[in-house]
């Protein structure tokens, strides 16, 4: 039996906009059927999630698996694609509530199988552990906040020797490469907005390789802050959503609202912005180096101030992400307190319900894939 293939994302992050989340991308509104898992930390929906996930890419279904980016060995959502499911945490901080209950979306509440009256005793401690994670979170985002003002003043520097029309010719003749003879299409494609690196307790981490590997051609874009990487690609983006090409495009993790990767999967593209913390990870990939778009003065001028913003940016950074550490420390302890209290075995049970209902689906959907009976 073929297993299925698996892509892993991140679809929410610790950003320099507090957390922010792509969540309503991971499927269409109109879904098969979305489900919302509910509970407390350390009641097993990261598990629930994983164990459905190996069972169904098993079966030789798809498998996307979305990690948290609090804790990247943990899961916040698992989608099968073919059939258009997807599994979500909706509890703190990306609450997730249904949006046409019954039809669409329903709550499994992982609370029916804890036994209230073994936490219960713990109440104080788990409000003031609460309390700590968000006062350790909230001093993060005030770190990361304050290195993106930096670095905003590092891109203004670069703008300032910025050869627009160059950077504007460029992405012209890129455009006319890519899309030459494809007609403007009668419905323009969609977009899907994930994260493909998150700012985590470990720092930054990313699944590009897994992204790139599987595209036929890859576009590496390199250059300095504010050289015009981001905009080259939003105007690509927008050349391919023209001709009808549906697009994965993949945020910041720094700064959520710009574009870093874009996928055009229909056509076996892709692009990256190929710098530190992210640089491209394929050899083969063609190279498009923005910095011949900044004039050479901007280097001799502002050398100096640049490489002390830079060394701000990155210990701000650093004291965000200790402090990320820090609360998911502190969560790891509030999962003892759970954890003890949770009937497994029934939560077991009721995943095998959950399968079989996954796979009805895709029965009505008349996929044929094996079935383990």
Known sequence: MTRGKVREFFPGGNTSLGFFSYYDHLVPPDATRIMIIKGGPGVGKSSF?????????????????????????????????????????????HIVDPRHPGAVDEIIYLGDYWDEKGIRPSRKEIIELNREISRNFNRAYRYLKTAKAIYDDLEIINSEGLALGRANKMAAEL??????????????????????????????????PGLLEIQARVFAVSGGIG???????????????????????????????????????QMGVAFTTSMEPHSCPLDQA????????????????????????????????ETGIK?????KGLHDQMEEYYIPNMNFTAITQLRKVILERILNYAAEKELNFYRAR
Do not use: W
Request: aromatic content about 10%; overall charge negative.
């Open 175 to 208: 455009i006319e490469e890519l899309f030459a003879g494809y007609q403007v299409a009668d419905e323009p494609g969609r977009l899907r907005r994930l994260f493909a690196s998150a700012i985590t307790p470990e720092g930054f981490q990313n699944f590009l």
């Open 49 to 93: 999630m994983k164990a459905l996930a190996v069972e169904m890419g098993e079966l030789g279904f798809d498998v996307e698996l979305h990690h948290c980016s609090s804790d990247s060995n943990s899961l916040d959502g698992v989608v099968f694609p073919q059939i258009e499911v997807a599994l979500i945490d909706g509890t703190s901080p």
């Open 286 to 317: 063609d190279r498009i180096d923005m910095d011949q778009c900044i004039a050479g003065y901007i280097q001799t001028k502002y050398g100096a101030l640049i490489s002390s913003e830079l060394k701000i940016v990155e210990e701000f950074m």
């Open 323 to 327: 402090f990320i550490a820090k609360a």
């Open 227 to 265: 050289s015009g990487k981001a905009t080259l690609l939003k105007k690509v983006l927008a050349a391919a959503l023209e001709k009808g090409f549906n697009c994965e495009g993949f945020y910041c993790a720094f700064d959520p609202n710009k574009l870093e990767h874009l996928l055009i999967p």
